[in-house]
């Protein structure tokens, strides 16, 4: 029994192989083959566009893969949506799909493009939101490169961003949200109703929003006396509560949490302070809930 997984190719490619990465899966990507080694026999995978995911796992082509919901919402795919792993090229989180126009453009809000042309590669997406506003305008398919259009080539475009800079250093202004978008995990029909597969498919998910939940985290361990204890703790903020434990002298324990890593600077000073000994910091692959 093989899992057909798709990966998918372009922005999220590296992002999506680190992310197996931590999550304990080794993905080898030859640049001249569409079909990377992965350190699991029982996964067969395959580089393909985002932007086609959906479709080829709808087919039944693929058994899963993994996609944008703005790529499911465009190609109107009838999947399973099986989890979200709110991860991005950049950053871990969402990414929008905006409505920008030139920084000298009189237009303030979609009702502003009545009759105008839009481009954009999310067309259908795009048309379904000026329906939505009741505006009538002229949506174009766009083959890439889309921020040098306006004004020139189109009134205005629909683009992703995670953080905008792309379309400031072309001149644009974002004027309304289209569409948030994550990344998610896919799976044909089929092979959801088969019990291996359904099983594969969830022990992945796990290892992988594991490796999401542990991004920007790290693990902290320290001794303590039990006289300084609540201090400590009033000073250790935690993803639950610390996990304590004695130790072979009765009046010492150990302490064990998880911080996010951009707080440790400023936490280890503190744990000091508060008397605590033997601070160790770790990284994180994996946090499973």
């Given at each position: 029994m093989r899992?057909?997984?798709?990966?998918p190719k372009g922005s999220l490619q590296e992002a999506s192989v680190q992310l197996f990465r931590r999550a304990g899966f080794e993905i080898t990507v030859n640049p001249r083959s569409y079909f990377p080694h992965i350190d699991d026999a029982e996964i067969e995978c395959m580089l393909i566009r985002a932007q086609e995911m959906a479709r080829y796992v709808e087919d039944g082509v693929l058994d899963a893969g993994l996609t944008g919901m703005d790529w499911i919402l465009e190609n109107q795919a009838a999947v399973v949506e099986v989890a979200d792993l709110v991860y991005a090229k950049q950053t871990m989180g969402k990414v929008r799909w905006v409505l920008a126009v030139p920084e000298k453009s009189p237009f303030r809000s979609i009702k502003d493009l009545e009759g105008k042309t839009i481009a954009t590669e999310l067309v259908r997406v795009t048309e379904r939101y000026l329906a939505?506003?009741?505006?009538?305008?002229?949506?174009?398919f766009s083959w890439g490169a889309t921020e040098v259009k306006p004004p020139?080539?189109?009134d205005a475009i629909v683009e992703v961003t995670e953080t905008g800079s792309s379309l400031r250093a072309n001149g644009l202004r974002i004027i309304e949200t289209v569409l948030e978008?994550?990344?998610?995990?896919?799976?044909?029909?089929?092979?959801?109703?088969?019990k291996w597969k359904r099983n594969k498919i969830e022990t992945v998910i796990m290892l992988l929003q594991g490796a999401i939940q542990a991004a920007g985290k790290v693990g902290l361990m320290l001794n303590v006396r039990r006289e300084d204890l609540d201090k400590v703790l009033s000073a250790l903020p935690a993803l639950k509560r610390p996990?304590?434990?004695?130790?072979?002298e009765p009046d010492w324990v150990?302490?064990?949490?998880?911080?996010?890593?951009k707080t440790v600077?400023?936490?280890?000073p503190r744990l000091k302070a508060a008397n605590?000994?033997?601070?160790?910091?770790y990284p994180l692959n994996k946090i499973v809930m």
């Open positions: 899992l057909k997984l798709g990966l939505q506003n009741g505006v009538k305008a002229k949506v174009e020139v080539l189109a978008s994550n990344t998610k995990f896919i799976a044909n029909h089929v092979a959801w109703e088969d996990t304590i434990s004695s130790l072979s150990a302490v064990n949490t998880v911080i996010d890593e600077r400023e936490i280890i605590a000994q033997g601070i160790v910091e």
